[in-house]
Every structure is written in C-alpha cells, then in structure tokens.
T-cell receptor, first 114, second 115 residues
Framework: NAGVTQNPKFQVLKTGQSMTLQCAQD?????MYWYRQDPGMGLRLIYY???????DKGEVPNGYNVSRLNKREFSLRLESAAPSQTSVYFC?????????????FGEGSRLTVL | AQSVTQLGSHVSVSEGALVLLRCNYS??????LFWYVQYPNQGLQLLLK??????LVKGINGFEAEFKKSETSFHLTKPSAHMSDAAEYFC?????????????FGPGTSLSVIP
C-alpha cells in the first residue's frame, strides 16, 4: 500500500506563477486535508474535505483553492504564488465520520516561491 | 474556535530523565486529542489519542498522556528519555460536535535528548 502520495516533492516557483499540488490516498478514507508547515508555527490547516464533494476552509485558506476530484484525490492550487507561500505542504487523510480517526500523512512537498 | 497551545517550543532533557511535553486546548466541549511525532525530514505519525474511553492513554515507544478536563490539558510524558526520542512533537484536536472532521495542530515542541 502506498498510503498517501503527494506530487511534486519539490518545486520552485517565481512570484505570480501558478501550480497544483496533487494528493492521492489508497486507504478508502473519507476525509482529506492540506496543511502547511512553517518553523515555529506548527502545522496550519489550509483546507479540508470531510467527504467527496465537500470542502471547507481551515485556518489559513487565503491564496489557495482546492478540488476534491473523487474519493481518492484532493488537490491544492496556488493561483498566483507569493513568497509568503514558501513552505512545506502536507496532505493527510483519515477515515473520518466521528472525529476519532488517526491522520495519515504524505511525505510532504517543499515549495519555494522566489 | 478551538485552539491548541504547547508551552515550550523547545525542551531539552538528559538521556534517562523524565520527558514532559505540555498541551492545553480551548474548547467549551472537550475535544478528541492526539499527539503526533515528526522525525527529521519525515511526515507525522500518531503517538496516541484520547477519545474519552480512559483519561490515561498509553501510546507507542513508552509514551503516555493524561486527559485532565479541569485543567483543559493533555500533557505527554515518558519516564525515561532515549536518544531516539529526539523529534518534533505536536498536539492536535478535533471537535466532538460540528466540524469534527476539522483537525487543528499546536505549534509543536522540539525535544532534544542530551547524552
């Protein structure tokens, strides 16, 4: 089992460019998440999707859009990248439904915006 | 809105000493609580979780945590630190009622173990 797979692992962008981070899980989980990790800030929730067809804003949604393409895939899009979006991005999934499930994380995507 | 605080962004302990990492939550209804660990250049993995079955929760690698409603706390402990415990530790919460799928993390505590 691959678990949670993120692509790309590394990306360098120029300010104003756009890109999409891809995430897929093969555990038949209902809930999927995008976090960003910055030094001293921990993981901050960008968007999450409690089930296929639904998405909700997290703590820091500005500058991002998401698409829950199907049950397996949850993508994160930066329409016009800014240096403040330089970060490590983690996708996660869990069974969902009652709030007690463990999150399973991808390996992370390191994004640098120049 | 729920939030999570972790007192001490960096904690250093000697090998064999007690490890105590603090976590407090702010929620009118006690949430579900989790501790995750992140080793260098890796993703996060679950150490333990509290889902109201028992207030003292045991996890992997000898860690345990105690839920105290009166103190709104869920502190993580380990009796004897090992060099391999050096990592970043995150406390996380998810609500019991609406938005229970929303999972919020604290800022993390970096644990160093001194030989």
């Amino acid at each position: 089992n691959a678990g949670v797979t993120q692509n790309p692992k590394f990306q360098v962008l120029k300010t104003g460019q756009s890109m999409t981070l891809q995430c897929a899980q093969d555990m038949n989980h209902n809930s999927m998440y995008w976090y960003r990790q910055d030094p001293g800030m921990g993981l901050r929730l960008i968007y999450y999707s409690a089930s296929e067809g639904t998405t909700d804003k997290g703590e820091v949604p500005n500058g991002y859009n998401v698409s829950r393409l199907n049950k397996r895939e949850f993508s994160l899009r930066l329409e016009s990248a800014a240096p403040s979006q330089t970060s490590v991005y983690f996708c996660a999934s869990r069974r969902g439904g009652q709030g007690t499930g463990e999150l399973f994380f991808g390996e992370g995507s390191r994004l640098t915006v120049l | 809105a729920q939030s999570v605080t972790q007192l001490g962004s960096h904690v250093s302990v000697s090998e064999g000493a007690l490890v105590l990492l603090r976590c407090n939550y702010s929620s009118s209804v006690p949430p579900y609580l989790f501790w995750y660990v992140q080793y260098p250049n890796q993703g996060l993995q679950l150490l333990l979780k509290y889902t109201s079955a028992a207030t003292l929760v045991k996890g992997i690698n000898g860690f345990e945590a105690e839920f105290k409603k009166s103190e709104t706390s869920f502190h993580l402990t380990k009796p004897s630190a090992h060099m391999s415990d050096a990592a970043e530790y995150f406390c996380a919460v998810s609500e019991r009622k609406t938005s229970y799928d929303k999972v919020i993390f604290g800022p993390g505590t970096s644990l160093s173990v001194i030989p």
